[in-house]
Every structure is written in structure tokens, then in C-alpha cells.
């Protein structure tokens, strides 16, 4: 039996993707200057006109999908006969992966002859967007769902993320950075290199100098982490750098078999955090514990 997957937008895929692979994906949102906007996948603001607005010294806050969203979407399916696979943003990063088991936990008893499943992803950005990337060719090869959860669970923590900032001052403002470092690390041109770890959360690795090493530093961990006989699917997410992004996806490209790259914004919630510049490297490899 065909079933719904629902993730929500920390997941940074296009809206032409969600769309085309039939993903209902839940907008979590951010406030600026007092107003609040749905992060839609560029429908309520477009992610240039979003990072013109950070550059300019405006700071987003952002906010969690809550309980009620969840319930009256999965709702929607329920009554609709389908079983739900909800694949969530890191519950270290955010509390919407929680909102979505608390949903389930109130849903199940009321329908029990379906099936719903959350699945922490313990990813980010279109690292998240990856993890949802193999479980809709799971899903397309009618693999039951069942299936599709095994495989998520056994799998996501091989789902490396790789990824380095331009403007310190964001890793300060979320308490990554300390002034100390984000001031030291600007006059010095000094760039950080994080991924994400065992747990979900954002964690430094280590500092380069210059941001053309940085970029370089991303596809050096991929060598480390990544198998070179294997056909490669890469996602690259960019906070308003496109041509950066190109110029990872060409090194990625010189040194692996690439089956598919596919290139997109970090979305507002996670910009907001993370800011203008920002590059991220994402792709399947050994789990982070052997990092």
C-alpha cells in the first residue's frame, strides 16, 4: 500500500520537488521586524530577497511546527486511508520532531488500523533532504513502509553533512561562536568547518584560512568519509552563493563518480542561524562515529 511522506521545510528542498515527489511538507516559520512568514518554499518570501534582509542587519527568529499543524495534517491522510512516514528536522536543532510524535501518540488510538511513523533524522538542510530523497525511491519501488523505516533508521547517521559560514557574527548569535572567536576570526579571515554530529547538532571542527580552503575542506572530508568506487548522490545547500556551491559540485564531480548533484538554498529557519555564504556538503558515507 502506497503511504504519505510528510517532512517539514528545515528540509530545503525546492518547492518544484516536493511537489513532483508528492511530500507534504510542513513550513515552519520566522518572524521579521515583528512579522511573521511562513518559510514555503519561497512563496511567502523568496530566499534572495530573505538574505538581502540579513545582510542588511535584520535578524530572523524562528519558530517550531506546533502539535496542532501535525495533528490536522496527518489528520488529512488518516481520513484519507493512507499510513504516514514523517521524516523530521534534528530533534537536537529544533522542537518539531517532538510536536510530530506527540501528534502521533494522540492520533494512533484514534485511528488504529493505520500506520504512523516519525523518524528523527538527525539531519539538517538538505542533508534531511537526502535522507527523504532515498526513502522516495524506497517508496516508488513499493517497498512497504515498514521497510522504508528500517532502512532510514539503519542508514541516517551515515548521512554526513559538511559545511563552513562566511559571516561569524551568526555562529556567535546562536552560541556556537564566542565573541571572542567570531571578532578574531573576522579580522584574521579565519573560516570554521562544522558538520553534524551522532546527536543532530551542529558541532565545529576545525578553522582554515580563507574561504576557497574552506570550500576545499568540504570535499577533503568527503574523501575521508565517502566510499570513491561508489556512485555518488551529493545535495549542496548555499545561503545566497551560488557560484560557490558550483565550484564544491565541480571538485566533488573531479574526484567521484556522480550519479546526481542537486543544488539549493538553506531556507530562511536554518539561514537565520547559519547566515549569508553559508556552504554545505551533503552525501552518504561511514557513519559520523568513525569521523
Not at 56 to 75: L, Y
Not at 113 to 120: G, N, Q
Not at 121 to 145: E, F, K, Y
Not at 228 to 252: K, L, R, Y
Request: charged letters at 25%; aromatic letters at 10%; glycine letters at 8%.
Amino acid at each position: 500500500m502506497r503511504f504519505r511522506i510528510f517532512t517539514d521545510s528545515c528540509c530545503d528542498f525546492p518547492k518544484s520537488y516536493v511537489d513532483e515527489h508528492e511530500i507534504t511538507a510542513l513550513p515552519l516559520s520566522f518572524i521579521v521586524e515583528g512579522k511573521e512568514y511562513l518559510d514555503d518554499f519561497g512563496q511567502s518570501m523568496t530566499p534572495k530577497d530573505y538574505y538581502a534582509m540579513l545582510r542588511s542587519g535584520k535578524n530572523g527568529v524562528t519558530s517550531q511546527v506546533n502539535t496542532e499543524r501535525f495533528i490536522d495534517a496527518f489528520t488529512k491522510s488518516l481520513e484519507a486511508g493512507e499510513d504516514i512516514l514523517y521524516i523530521g528536522f534534528s530533534s537536537a536543532l529544533s522542537g518539531t520532531c517532538s510536536s510530530a510524535m506527540l501528534a502521533a501518540n494522540l492520533l494512533k488510538d484514534k485511528y488504529p488500523d493505520r500506520k504512523i511513523y516519525i523518524v528523527d533524522s538527525l539531519c539538517a538542510s538538505l542533508g534531511q533532504g537526502l535522507l527523504i530523497h532515498q526513502a522516495v525511491a524506497l517508496r516508488d519501488a513499493a517497498r512497504p513502509i515498514e521497510e522504508v523505516v528500517a532502512w532510514l533508521e539503519k542508514n541516517k547517521l551515515r548521512l554526513n553533512h559538511w559545511f563552513t559560514v562566511d559571516d561569524l557574527n551568526f555562529l556567535k548569535r546562536g552560541g556556537r561562536l564566542s565573541g571572542t572567536m567570531a571578532f578574531l576570526g573576522t579580522i584574521l579571515d579565519i573560516k570554521p568547518v562544522l558538520h553534524v554530529d551522532m546527536a543532530g547538532r551542529l558541532v565545529p571542527v576545525t578553522k582554515v584560512k580563507g574561504r576557497k580552503r574552506a570550500l576545499r575542506s568540504l570535499v577533503d572530508y568527503m574523501v575521508k568519509m565517502a566510499d570513491p568506487n561508489e556512485e555518488q548522490t551529493v545535495f549542496i545547500s548555499h545561503g545566497d552563493c551560488e557560484e560557490d556551491a558550483q565550484a564544491v559540485a565541480a571538485m566533488v564531480r573531479e574526484k567521484f563518480k556522480v550519479k546526481e548533484i542537486l543544488i539549493h538554498f538553506v531556507g530562511p529557519v536554518i539561514g537565520s542561524h547559519s547566515g549569508p555564504g553559508t556552504v554545505a556538503l551533503f552525501f552518504m558515507g561511514k557513519p559520523r562515529e568513525e569521523f
